[in-house]
């Protein structure tokens, strides 16, 4: 299964990827206007000065009218540097007066006309005047408006290598704090578990969050209220089944107390097994039940150890296990966790009692607890195959060691409680240091 | 041994008490706490069968009562919840033992037998007395190695004698441990059995203390 990718890093590349692209696009466009504005405000400079000094250069014509030579305004200010340069043309393109600077090439091609005109290296602007019999002309140089626009364009792009890697900071910063309760109600939602199912009861949430919280919060309840009768249904079975069949059991082991030798005594015999069995088999579908039910997580920790013994003495109690069964605590004295100890002592008996089952008449059963806290159930008989040891914990497989089989629950009763209370289980065969055998090992992390 | 069976469920119980009596047990049945509180009040006991599920309450509140007013009177837990924790919650509480139902009346026998041994009512587990041999856990007696076949009344009488080997043990208590309640009792019956069982296992074996009572001849 891929991981699943974080709200955070995906908003950060959608929101900061698609900030970057707008500034990355806004900054040439704006530069693109700017020197259009900027083209429009130079071209209208260039028609007023066209303007304003027409009057003057025309008057200064008419006074000097009789020379045939172009006349050049003098200069009478200090050399500085022209921007706008013009000059005055009759009909026939001869030119009549030169303002100062003004380069003949610089008015290269322009024609005789009105209007705007634009040369390699200005542009340029005519106006005509006195019934089209002379032509003002006047240019300004292209690299002028090619500067100013450049510099109009740094001031765009400039600020923006600094408002960019900001502005990725601030949408950051943004998009932390907006998640962040969403981040407290993933922590919140993910703590709840087979052994917590706390409402989440979160004040403060946004609008947005908090509808997610009430309803989680009512499957949650819904959930336990579930559970509980599941496990309460399991408790009360137990005692409604058990009972009438402890009855029958008890009846008719004071029938086979009392009846002489014969037919009657061995039918009695007959129902006591079939009782028996019966017996077994509804204790082991009220285990499945309640491990369906949920049960395995504890809220808190308990010490295993005086289970193990427990579990192991009720075992050993049992005259057809007399002598069979080892306790093997090796200085282990306490093996604390965090289990629920009836899923454990279910999971224990279940394995003990299958050890015992599938185990070689008059060959203990040892049942060690380790330093490194595990649990290990080891019996001596007849190997077990590896394909029918991935088998067993499926249900209703029963062993083939033994004709005296088991009711094929066993098994995966365990290795479902022991999947619920975060555990591990390895079967082994042969049992680990022996040459036959079979070997349940349960982990339980701290 | 005179037993306090506390059982709601008809079946267990008549079967329970049929067998502990058939074991030369008495047994007074209750199937309500307050019936046994009531039966506890005017009768010692050597030990309860209880179980926890009752109409009138708990059995587990039963046996913390019994703790909390220091009776120290052994006390086996027959119950059909098969959970550790609760298992765990009556020992906790004072239970001796605890035994899940369906159970077999034979291992229930041997729970009895092994209560009765830790609580010291029998210091011996065999008891070789010359040429008798006395084997409570195997309800068993040999003379000159022959068996002697004993009653149920006339092993409760011996039961009640093996408690205290070689101490006085009176008529009252012998009466207790030979009738539960609602049996019919005979003036005489103590005597009764005690001369048959002096018939079976050797008459020195039971001294009379007259005006007291009766005690096992160990020496």
Redesign the interface.
Known sequence: MTKSASMTRRLMLWLGGATLLFWVCAAPIGALVMREEFDEVFDSALQRNAQRLMPLVIDDLFQRAHSHDPRRIGNLAPEHKEYFTYQVRDRVGRVLLPSHGALAQSFDDAPLRHGFWETATHCIYTEEVVSGTLFLQIADPLDHRREAAMEGALSLFVPILLLAPLSMAVIWVVIRRSLAPIEVLRQEIGARDGGNLSPIGMIGLPVELDTIAASVDRLLERLRTALDAEREFA?NS??EL??????????T??LV?ELPQGAAKARARGIETS??SL?HLV?KL?QLARAESGIGIADHAIDLV??IR??VDDFG???ENAGRLILDIDGCATLIRKVD??A??IVLRNLIENALIHGLPDTPTTVSVRIDGTIAIANAGPGVPIPELQEVTKRFRRGATTIAAGSGLGLPIAAMLIQRMGASLELASPARGREDGFEAIIRISR | MRILLIED????G???R??AA?GGHAVDWARTLSTARDYAAVAPYGLVLLDL?LPDGNGIDYLREMRDRLDATPVIILT??????V??EGLNAGADDYL????????LS??IH?VARRYGLRPEPIFSLGTLTIVPAERRVDRDGQTVDLTAREWAVLDSLLRRPGAIVSKTQIEDALYSFGSEIASNAVEVYVSRLRKKIGADRIATVRGVGYRLAVT
């Open positions: 408790a137990a005692h058990r009972t009438p069949i402890a009855g029958a059991l008890a009846q082991q004071r107390a009782l028996s017996a204790e009220l005086p289970t427990l579990v109690r049992k005259p100890v009836d454990f002592a | 469920d008809k079946a267990i008549s079967a329970v049929e067998h058939a599920h059909a919840r098969d959970q550790i924790s298992r765990i899940v139902k369906p159970f077999d009346l034979g291992e041997a729970r092994a």
